[in-house]
């Protein structure tokens, strides 16, 4: 009678570990099922940056047909970017972006009709570029970059109160490198991953040259700029 009962208790607990296994120790399988839900699919990156574009030669342009004291000025600015990455980092990133921002020249100095005039300046640009992301395997610590593009802004200029509205145009181009946090925290880069979908996130540093398409019959914004900020790929 003894024997049939330690038989029956043994099926009992078959049939509990059958209908929950999580009671059961895990397996390989499972453990590697639980990584996989930590990668989720990649398909966009979004930056954001700081940075202080360098005017290398601004000219305060009272409308589209004449220009007057030419003049380097430095500026303060931020971006943000959305890039579309249609391959995941199967042959590196490819990316197809587009960015807007706003810059800003406040209190700046110009000589015109021989006279030091205070000039202030607001910039929207938007801008449309291609990417490529020296980027092959998961987690690569440091990554560099390439983009070229091109670029609208929306351009405000005022002169001693006196205003004037402009769109400008550029060919952008830029190289840079980020560095990859998940490298150095994967716990948390998964825990990220799991929670917000994130799936990696970068510090990044480049620099960014713009030369204007049209340097006679429109202000001139050609500037180069060396540009800091974050990097979320998701």
């Known amino acids: 009678r003894g024997e049939s009962m330690r038989i029956q208790i043994l099926i009992i607990i078959g049939l509990v570990a059958m209908a929950f296994p999580s009671f059961a120790a895990p397996d390989a399988s499972t453990e ?9 699919p990649l398909t966009f990156g979004l930056d954001l940056e700081y940075y202080a574009p360098v005017y290398k030669q601004y000219s305060y342009a009272v409308d589209s047909a004449g220009k007057s004291g030419i003049s380097s000025m430095t500026g303060k ?52 570029f291609l990417s490529y992301r020296f980027d092959y395997f998961k ?9 070229l593009g091109g670029s609208a802004s929306w351009v405000r200029q005022s002169i001693d109160g006196a205003d004037s509205f402009q769109m400008a145009y550029g060919i952008d181009m830029a190289v840079g490198g980020e560095f990859c946090l998940n490298s150095i925290e994967p716990k948390a880069g998964r825990e990220f991953d799991s929670r917000f979908g994130v799936n990696g996130t970068y510090l990044i540093a480049e620099y960014l040259n713009s030369d204007p398409m049209n340097k006679t019959t429109a202000v001139n914004l050609a500037y180069s700029a060396f540009r800091f900020g974050m990097r979320f790929e998701f």
Do not use: C, H
């Not at 579309?84 to 406040?106: C, D, E, H, Q, T």
């Not at 987690?139 to 983009?147: A, C, E, G, H, T």
């Open 77 to 128: 600015a931020a971006q943000i970017s959305l890039e579309w990455l249609p391959f995941g980092n199967r042959i590196g990133k490819l990316g197809v972006g587009i960015s807007s921002g706003y810059a800003m020249i406040s209190d700046g100095k110009i000589v015109q009709d021989s006279e030091e005039k205070t000039v202030s300046l607001s910039v929207v640009p938007s801008s449309l």
């Open 32 to 40: 590697e099922n639980s990584k996989a839900r930590y990668e989720s």
């Open 139 to 147: 987690n690569q610590p440091l990554v560099p970059f390439i983009k």
